[in-house]
């Protein structure tokens, strides 16, 4: 599987942006997926996860500003991200992992495939 992430940019405080992720090398569709980020001198950090069957989960520190979705038919995960703050600013990445639907990882290092990031500015 590959992933490229598009949709990074800059924005001032209180803007948006979709993050997408594209899947291509599989076939299948049913399968664990989630965004990461990681800014400069922090570790990366898992923002939210979405099983093969459509369950979501966020980490506390964007539940309710930002939202996942998958396009099943295209394959390509997105991150709709409102209300951007400047510690939003960092290299977001998606990661997938095909062997499982329901259970997803916990820990970042548990991720087998990994996008190349695409870099997201907040401004104030």
């Known amino acids: 599987i590959q992933l490229v992430e598009s949709g990074g940019g800059s924005v001032q405080a209180g803007g948006s942006l979709r993050l997408s992720c594209v899947a291509s090398?599989?076939?299948?569709?049913?399968?664990?997926m989630a965004w990461f980020r990681q800014a400069p001198g922090k570790e990366r950090e898992g923002l939210g996860t979405?099983?093969?069957?459509?369950?979501?989960s966020y980490a506390d520190s964007v539940k309710g500003r930002f939202t996942l979705s998958k396009d099943y038919a295209d394959n390509i995960l997105y991150l709709q991200m409102n209300s951007l703050k400047p510690e939003d600013t960092a290299i977001y990445y998606c990661?997938?992992?095909?062997?499982?639907?329901?259970?997803?990882?916990?820990?970042?290092?548990?991720?087998?495939?990994w996008g190349q990031g695409t870099q997201v500015t907040v401004s104030s």
């Open positions: 990661a997938a992992d095909v062997s499982r639907a329901l259970w997803c990882p916990d820990e970042s290092d548990e991720w087998p495939a």
């Open positions: 090398g599989i076939t299948a569709t049913r399968y664990c």
């Open positions: 979405i099983g093969g069957y459509g369950s979501v």
